[in-house]
C-alpha cells in the first residue's frame, strides 16, 4: 500500500501492550500497523523513540469569559499550539454560557472563534449556568445532538452557581439524553463564610486562597454531587480533585457501585498550598480552585489516579497573566477573592507525568496512556476516532524522546502566559514529534500546520451515560416518569 506518512522502528505503547513496529497513515487514519512496512510519502524514523497516542486534554479553558468576567489569555491558536507542543492533539475546552445568554447562540460564537485558529482538534463542553425551561427542553437536548455530549455545572462561583433542585434537574436532563454531567464541587458558603471573615481579619494574600478553599468545602460538596447522582441513578464526573478526603469519598462511591467518575490534573500532583506563600501577590501564580493542597493529598491523588478511583488526568489550563487583565486587576492592592483562578498546564501536563510519573515509577507506561487519553475518549465520546494506537483510528501520534532533559522555562512554553508554575523544574521526557489526522504538526521544535486547520468533532454518547443506572431507590424512575437512556432495560 502507499502510504501518506510511515513512522517507523518505534516503541509503540497502546493502553495495553507494548510492542516496536511500523505505523502506515493514509487519508489522516492508521491503516496498518506491521513490522517491515515500506516507507510512505513521508517517513520519520523513531528508532529509540516511543510512540505514543496523541493526549486528548478534556479540561481546559480557552478563549473564555470566566465565571468571574476575566478572558483567558489563550485564543484557540496559541492554547492549540500549546497544546500540540505538549503531546496533545485533541482538546475539549468550554463553550460557556453565562446567564441571560442563550445556548445556541453560546455555541455559535465558540465554535467561530475555534473553527477560525485551532490547529489540532476539538470538542466542546458547555458550561450551563442558566438551565431555564427553554435550556432544559429544547437548547439542551439540540446541544447535545449536536455533539456536545457533556456539560460542566458549578456548585459554587456567583455567577455561575447552581443550587441542589437544578443539579437534579440538569442530571435528570443528562440521563434523558444520553449526556455526561461534570461538576464543580465545592461548597459555596463554606467558601464564601471563610473569606468574608479572612478579609476581615486583613488576610488578603494569595496563600489565603487555600485557606478560603479548605479540603472540606470540596469534599462536602462532592459527597453531595454524589448523593444527588445516586439518588436518580445519573453518572456524574467529578473534576479537578485535590483533596485526599474527596479521592476518598470517590472512591467509596465506586465500592457501592454508583457510577460516579472523575478526574485530577497536574497541579494537585506537583504543587502544594505552600507554593502559594509567597511575597506580596505574587502567589496569584498559583491559585486554582480547589487550591492545591500538602503532601499527603499529593500522595492521595497519586493513589486514586493509580487504582482507577481518578480515572483521567487533565489539564485544567486557565490561563490568566500576571497583570490587571487576570490574576492582578487591582495590582498590587489585588486580594485573594478577586484575582482570576486558574493556573496553565496545556503544554507541560504530559510532559510532567511523563517524567514524574513514568520515568518516577509511579505508573506505567499504560497507566500513563489511559490517564493522558484513552479513558478521555471513552468518558467523552471519541473513542471511535481517538485515544488510542489502532487501525482505523485518527493518526494522532507523538513521538516521544525518553532521554531528553528539559528545564522547564515561561520561554520554553507556547501559551500567552508569560509564566509558568514549574518554572525551573528538570525533567525527563519530550514529545518531539506530534502528528494529528496525519499531518505532522510539531517536529524541532516548529509549528507545521496552519490556524483553523485543526477540526470540531461532534462527540458520541460518553459511554457512562450509554449504560443503565440503578438509582439508590429503584422504583423513583417510574413514580417520577424518568425515562430515558439511563434508565433504559430496568
Ligand atoms: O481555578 C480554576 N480551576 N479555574 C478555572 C475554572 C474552573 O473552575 O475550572
Ligand atoms: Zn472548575
Ligand atoms: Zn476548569
Ligand atoms: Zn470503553
Excluded at 472 to 489: M, N
Aim: glycine share 10%.
Amino acid at each position: 500500500m502507499d502510504f501518506d506518512l510511515t513512522i517507523r522502528n518505534g516503541r509503540i505503547s497502546t493502553d495495553r501492550d507494548t510492542f516496536v513496529a511500523d505505523i502506515g497513515v493514509k487519508d489522516g487514519v492508521i491503516v496498518r500497523i506491521a513490522p517491515g512496512l515500506s516507507p510512505g510519502r513521508e517517513d520519520i524514523d523513531a528508532a529509540g523513540r516511543w510512540v505514543l497516542p496523541g493526549g486528548i486534554d478534556s479540561h481546559c479553558h480557552i478563549e473564555q469569559l470566566s465565571g468571574m468576567g476575566m478572558m483567558c489569555a489563550d485564543d484557540f491558536y496559541s492554547g492549540t499550539v500549546s497544546a500540540a507542543f505538549g503531546g496533545t492533539t485533541t482538546i475539549i475546552p468550554f463553550a460557556a454560557q453565562h446567564r441571560g445568554k442563550r445556548i445556541p447562540d453560546v455555541i455559535a460564537d465558540y465554535a467561530q472563534r475555534a473553527r477560525e485558529k485551532a490547529v489540532i482538534d476539538y470538542g466542546f463542553h458547555l458550561i450551563l449556568a442558566d438551565p431555564d425551561e427553554q435550556a432544559l427542553q429544547h437548547d439542551l437536548p439540540q446541544a447535545i445532538r449536536d455533539g456536545i455530549t457533556s456539560l460542566k455545572v458549578y456548585m459554587t462561583y456567583n455567577a455561575l452557581k447552581l443550587d441542589d433542585y437544578q443539579l437534579l434537574d440538569v442530571m435528570a436532563l443528562a440521563g434523558r439524553e444520553g449526556a455526561l454531567v461534570m461538576i464543580h464541587a465545592e461548597n459555596h458558603d463554606m467558601i464564601r463564610w471563610l473569606a468574608s471573615r479572612l478579609l476581615d481579619q486583613g488576610h488578603t494574600a494569595p496563600k489565603f486562597h487555600a485557606v478560603a478553599h479548605d479540603p472540606l468545602a470540596e469534599a462536602e460538596s462532592s459527597n453531595r454531587a454524589i448523593a444527588l447522582s445516586r439518588l436518580i441513578g445519573v453518572p456524574v464526573l467529578i473534576v479537578h480533585v485535590a483533596g485526599a478526603e474527596t479521592v476518598q469519598t470517590i472512591r467509596n462511591a465506586k465500592l457501592l457501585g454508583a457510577q460516579i467518575h472523575a478526574e485530577s490534573c497536574p497541579q494537585y500532583l506537583f504543587l502544594t498550598a505552600e507554593d502559594i506563600d509567597l511575597p506580596g501577590v505574587e502567589g496569584a501564580k498559583y491559585c486554582c480552585s480547589p487550591p492545591p493542597r500538602d503532601a499527603n493529598a499529593q500522595e492521595a491523588v497519586w493513589a486514586g489516579l493509580k487504582d482507577g478511583t481518578l480515572g483521567m488526568y487533565s489539564s485544567d489550563h486557565a490561563p490568566y497573566r500576571f497583570d490587571e487583565s487576570g490574576k492582578l486587576p487591582r495590582g498590587e492592592d489585588t486580594t485573594f477573592k478577586e484575582m482570576a483562578n486558574g493556573v496553565p498546564g496545556i503544554e507541560l501536563r504530559l510532559p510532567l507525568l511523563f517524567s514524574e510519573g513514568v520515568l518516577g515509577g509511579r505508573i506505567d507506561i499504560h497507566e500513563f496512556v489511559r490517564l493522558s487519553a484513552t479513558n478521555h475518549a471513552h468518558m467523552y465520546g471519541l473513542s471511535h476516532c481517538k485515544g488510542n494506537i489502532a487501525e482505523g483510528l485518527d493518526a494522532d501520534l507523538v513521538i516521544w524522546n525518553p532521554e531528553r532533559e528539559t528545564t522547564i522555562t515561561a520561554e520554553l512554553l507556547h501559551d500567552n502566559v508569560g509564566y509558568t508554575p514549574y518554572e525551573g523544574r528538570q525533567i525527563k521526557g519530550w514529545p518531539e514529534v506530534v502528528t494529528s489526522r496525519g499531518r505532522v504538526v510539531v517536529s524541532e521544535g516548529e509549528l507545521k500546520v496552519q490556524r483553523g486547520s485543526g477540526r470540531y468533532i461532534a462527540r458520541q454518547c460518553p459511554e457512562p451515560a450509554s449504560i443503565a443506572q440503578r438509582p439508590s431507590r429503584s422504583h423513583l424512575p417510574g413514580l417520577l416518569g424518568l425515562k430515558g437512556k439511563a434508565w433504559e432495560q430496568q
